[in-house]
């Protein structure tokens, strides 16, 4: 790989003539410049962004660092990350990602992260969730996306979960379905808690009893995805569904209702309507009936992060970002 050397060589000009043409370009004249990138460009020479460091730079400016959670082993990251790495070019910026797995020493990836001197951090979990913030990354402006600050208040975005099962829970009410049956997601998760609040009031707007409906838990683990068909089958007596409709924690649980109620000759939509969630990335079209569902917004969600450092913004409030409502053919 080309060094400054060989730059400055091929340009037949100063070490520091070439680095001014990488740094400060405004600061030589035309022709000096026009004969430093043209050494650039037969060399292929890349900048070292390392070494700029060393020589006493503070941070890299117009960087974003991303700090992801658990948030690279699910196709949703493919969401967040093209977000953020798209909003940040288009005003000039840069983003890198540095994956944090749960075995990972949390100070030595915030320290690996902090190593490259960001101007910005967006710390990033997969599955809402609240998450204690290492005081380090507090030293630069920081904003959380798709997770909340266990301690201190700190700037996060995340999807609003009560308004979007409710806008889904009411427009399967407003088909006329009456008896659902609810599959929830294991019952400390956050996103349950606020996904059932809205459950609830679209119940109730509609003179309704929710707490009289159906309510199974799965328990937390993906291994427990394969409890669903005999929690399905378990309100199936004699092959015959007690209720007209499920309402799926997610889109996976969705998955699986599709294949029991198949398997059984029941008809979805006309004999049992079903709602998912999440919208999963790449899937939720191929459902057959096409699933209605809720989209989980975390392109958005990685938009207005990355514009939040992008802006300066100083605010340390949780904003909720809308969960819209996807009508297909399952309803």
């Known amino acids: 790989m080309a060094s400054l050397k060989d730059v400055a060589k091929r340009a037949n000009v100063s070490l520091m003539t070439v680095s001014r043409a990488l740094n400060s370009p405004e600061r030589l004249r035309p022709d000096t410049l026009a ?21 006493g730079a503070r941070a890299t400016p117009k960087t974003i660092g991303v700090l992801a959670l658990d948030t690279v082993t699910t196709p949703f990251s493919v969401e ?35 190593s490259h001197r960001p101007g910005g ?33 700190v700037a996060s975005y995340i999807p609003d979960d009560e308004q979007g099962q409710y806008e889904g829970v009411k427009a399967l009410l407003k088909a006329g379905y009456r008896r659902p049956l609810c599959l929830h997601l294991p019952f400390a998760r956050l996103a349950t808690v606020r996904r059932q609040k809205g459950l609830t009031r679209a119940g109730l707007e509609a003179g309704l009893s929710p707490e009289t409906w159906i309510h199974c838990y799965m328990q937390d683990g993906d291994a427990h995805y394969q409890d669903i068909p005999a929690m399905i089958e378990a309100q199936m007596p004699q092959g015959k569904p007690t209720f007209d409709c499920v309402i799926c924690g997610n889109d996976r649980i969705a998955f699986l209702v599709y294949q029991t109620l198949l398997s059984h000759g029941i008809r979805i939509p006309t004999d049992v309507g079903v709602l998912g969630y999440d ?36 605010h340390r409030e949780t904003v909720r970002v809308a969960s819209p409502w996807l009508h297909r053919a399952s309803i």
């Open 35 to 55: 004969c430093v990138q043209a050494a650039i460009n037969e060399l292929n020479y890349v900048p070292d962004l390392s070494a700029k460091k060393i020589r």
């Open 121 to 153: 951090i967006i710390y990033t979990t997969m599955g809402l969730r609240q998450v204690p913030v290492p005081a380090k990354l507090l030293t630069l402006p920081c904003v959380l996306a798709n997770c909340e600050s266990l301690h201190q208040p």
């Open 80 to 114: 967040i990350a093209l977000s953020i790495e798209e909003t940040a070019r288009a005003h000039g910026w840069n983003s890198f990602v540095v994956n944090m797995f749960s075995d990972d020493s949390p100070e030595k990836i915030v320290d690996l992260l902090l």
């Open 279 to 314: 919208n999963m990335v790449g899937i939720g079209d191929l459902f057959l009936p096409p699933l209605s569902t809720v989209q989980l917004p975390h392109y958005e969600i990685g938009r207005l992060s990355a514009l939040h450092i992008i802006n300066g913004d100083s």
